[in-house]
């Protein structure tokens, strides 16, 4: 078994809300890897960052990320960067898992969650820091997803019935 369904996509891109409104839905467990880190480590992924580093953030996050996609068995969303790793996409393509790439303008994406402290690969010129992780990411995202849905200028819900109708899941 392996989870339901898995959410990637970059900051702001709507993975926690939809993931959590999905999971409802299908009454299935909700996971965010992100939050089972800071719950993990005590700190917040930010504090991580600062502290220890992004190599040690990434190899945590490894590790959370191959265990989630193993064990847990509802919505599983991934932090922004995961997919990244190698040892993740590989574990993402070679598990047959339904991936679904939540994609975000800059403007929305900035509407939603700010670009601030809690974002430390964004905290220096924000706006340039996200198109230039986007650059990068945007085709790791497309090449694992089995669907790609737009979220800006959308709701929670209608994404949500989006995914559920893309990947043939009835709640």
């Given at each position: ?7 990637v ?20 467990d909700?996971?965010d890897t992100?939050?089972?880190?800071e ?5 917040s992924?930010s504090?991580i ?7 040690h ?18 919505v ?10 190698e ?12 991936v679904a ?12 969650v700010g670009f601030?402290?809690?974002?430390p ?25 089995t ?6 200028g959308?709701?929670?819900e ?6 559920l ?7």
């Amino acid at each position: 078994m392996s989870p339901v369904v898995v959410l990637v996509g970059p900051p702001g891109a709507g993975k926690t809300t939809v993931g959590r409104l999905l999971a409802e839905r299908l009454g299935v467990d909700f996971h965010d890897t992100d939050v089972a880190i800071e719950r993990a480590a005590g700190r917040s992924v930010s504090d991580i960052f600062v502290q220890d580093g992004e190599a040690h953030f990434r190899e945590l996050e490894r590790v959370e990320v191959v265990r989630s996609l193993a064990e847990e068995r509802g919505v599983v969303a991934l932090g922004g960067g995961a997919v990244m790793q190698e040892t993740v996409a590989t574990a993402l393509r070679e598990g047959d898992h339904r991936v679904a790439f939540l994609d975000v303008t800059i403007a929305d994406a900035a509407g939603r969650v700010g670009f601030d402290a809690s974002r430390p690969l964004l905290v220096v010129n924000p706006r340039a820091a996200w198109t230039r992780l986007m650059n990068a990411r945007r085709p790791v995202y497309e090449s694992l997803a089995t669907v790609h849905v737009q979220t800006g200028g959308r709701t929670p819900e209608e994404v949500a019935e989006e995914l559920l109708g893309a990947l043939g899941l009835e709640p």
